[in-house]
């Protein structure tokens, strides 16, 4: 794969990932039923969820881990790909891609989080949990942020484009 594919291949990921990220965050994630209750919830329904029940920083973890930081990679790529070719701020931008490199696997545990909760959140009559098109979206986003930074390697920002 050549150099310039890597980063047009970065670039619509990243664009794709900042607009699946509206309705990973707005559509349901799950269905809980508890005691016959019926309640579709959002990630930030889920961090609202846990702050009523008094679980503060539970729900700061969920919010930072869930809302934030899969906004803010994709913003960080962004501006990567923003200054790809120029001699701008190399070394931050290095420094970044690592940061989003290390922190790129561990996106997915909500995901994995969410599918342990459906599977063992079947209480019968008591409670249950059913996954929803938000979880998808969602995995998606992460999938577009996690494959935007592996595409795009380090060496890049330091190779000057050809015009």
């Not at 989003?100 to 949990?129: E, N, R, Y």
Request: hydrophobic share 55%; with cysteine.
């Amino acid at each position: 794969m050549t150099n310039a594919t890597r980063v047009e291949l970065s670039r619509a990921l990243v664009v794709a990932g900042l607009i699946l990220y509206i309705p990973a965050n707005t559509l349901p994630v799950m269905i809980m039923t508890v005691a016959g209750e019926v309640e579709p919830l959002t990630v930030m329904g889920g961090v609202q969820e846990l702050f009523d029940s008094g679980l503060v920083g539970v729900a700061g973890v969920v919010f930072v881990a869930s809302v934030m930081i899969p906004f803010l990679k994709l913003i960080s790529m962004s501006w990567i790909l923003l200054l790809h070719g120029s001699g701008e701020m190399q070394r931050e931008r290095t420094t970044l891609l690592r940061i989003l490199h290390q922190i790129g696997t561990w996106s997915m545990i909500d995901i994995f989080l969410l599918g342990v909760l459906v599977a063992v959140g079947q209480l019968g009559v008591l409670a249950s949990v059913q996954a929803q098109a938000g979880g998808l979206f969602f995995a998606a986003v992460l999938l577009c942020s996690l494959f935007a930074a592996e595409f795009y390697e380090g060496k890049l920002i330091w190779q000057p484009t050809t015009a």
